[in-house]
Structure formats: C-alpha cells, structure tokens
C-alpha cells in the first residue's frame, strides 16, 4: 500500500480537484520545492497527495542511494498509487509530479484504460532534454498522452529553456506555462525582479485553473 504525504485547503470548502503528485529522481516528496509547492496548490483550493516511488522509499529506509530506474519502469508503480487514491478520494484527479515524476504521469496518460476521473497532467519542471543534450528531446509522452497536459516550466531551465523550446513543436494538448527567470525548480536569480514565491503561486493557481476546465469539460 501507498504512504500519501496529504496537503489540503484550510476551511471547509471541497477542493477544486486532488492533485497525485510524484517527486523528481533525486529529491524525495517532502524536499523544500515538494513543501513548498503543495503548501501553494493547497492555497489554491487542490488536495495534493504525495508518493515515493520504491527508489526513494528505499533511500528513506536506510537504503542504498541508487539512481532511478527508467521512467518507462515506473508508470506501474504511478498507477497503483493513482487506483488507491481514486478508492480514497472522489472528484477530477489529476496526475502530475515534479521534472521525471511528470515525465512518468504523462506516460500513464497514454494508458486507454485511464479512468475517467483523471482529467488532466501536470508537470513541473518537465525534463524536455538530459541537461546539456538537446539532441535527444523527450516529447514522446507528450505526444501520446490522453489528457490534456499543463506544463509549468522555468525560462532558464536546463532540461529544456525558453531559448531552445521556441521552435519545438508541442502536440496540441500540452500547453506550457513561463515561469519568469525560473529554474528547474522554478526559482528566479537574486538579481531578477521575480521571486521563487510568486513563481510558485502562479504555478499552483494555473494547476487549479487547469484542474477547474478538465473537470469540466471531462
């Protein structure tokens, strides 16, 4: 079974949608930018439930530090943990994570047995290239995924910047989202008038946003 790191919505109001959020390979689901974000998607009206794949889970217990396996190897535990979410929760979900925890989202969205209820994707972060290879673009999970796909994405990323994504071809269901000066985790330079903080407000306001149209028009 499935440990949920859960944040949600202060009062008593339902959520606009639960957000099933996967980590990034190297950071676990209650590193400073998982915390920090669900903190804001929260704000935003989104129940966030967060997971470990086994990986990092390992790490956790006391594990070896190894890398990742493949993304493709990773989509069954995503969808294990999206079936136990749908048995807790009711409403839209969407499924998302951080930089490959996206990366493997949007691979499951290509499932055609995706049930009904998962409305869309959310990525942060979205790793586009292997940082400082923009021969091998990672475009195929986009291209095949099911649902619309919302992609949060710093300017200066180096998975894949404004720069190098201006002529790239995107399929017609993912839309990106600019984050000023950001990084891969979103964050802007000392030096720029944009702050980590209100990039990652506007981050989990255009995720809710999101989450209210595909639940609508599902």
Known sequence: M??????????????????????????????????????????AGLDVA????????????GGPKRPPPKAELLVGEFQKALQ?????????????????????AAMLAASSSLPRRVTG????????????????WRL?????????????????DAFGNAAELEDVMLPDQARLV???????????????????EGNLTRTAQAVADFAHETGETA
Not at 50 to 61: D, K, L, S, T
Not at 121 to 136: E, K, N, S
Not at 140 to 156: W, Y
Request: proline share 7%.
């Open 2 to 43: 499935t440990d949920f790191l859960w944040t949600r919505p202060d009062g008593e109001a339902p959520a606009v949608a639960t957000l099933l959020l996967a980590h990034g390979a190297g950071a676990a689901m209650d590193s400073g930018f998982m915390n920090r974000f669900a903190g804001h998607a929260a704000a």
């Open 50 to 61: 967060r997971f470990e794949f086994a990986y990092m889970a390992g790490r956790r217990a």
């Open 84 to 104: 136990q979410v749908l048995g807790e929760t009711s409403g839209p979900v969407l499924i998302g994570g951080k930089s490959m925890g996206g990366r493997v």
């Open 121 to 136: 994707v959310a990525c942060l972060g979205y790793p586009f290239h292997p940082q400082g290879r923009t021969d091998t």
């Open 140 to 156: 195929a999970p986009l291209e095949a995924s099911r649902r619309p796909v919302l992609i949060a994405q710093g300017e200066r």
């Open 178 to 196: 600019w984050l000023e000066d950001g990084s891969h985790d979103l964050a802007p330079r000392g030096a720029s008038p944009a702050t980590w």
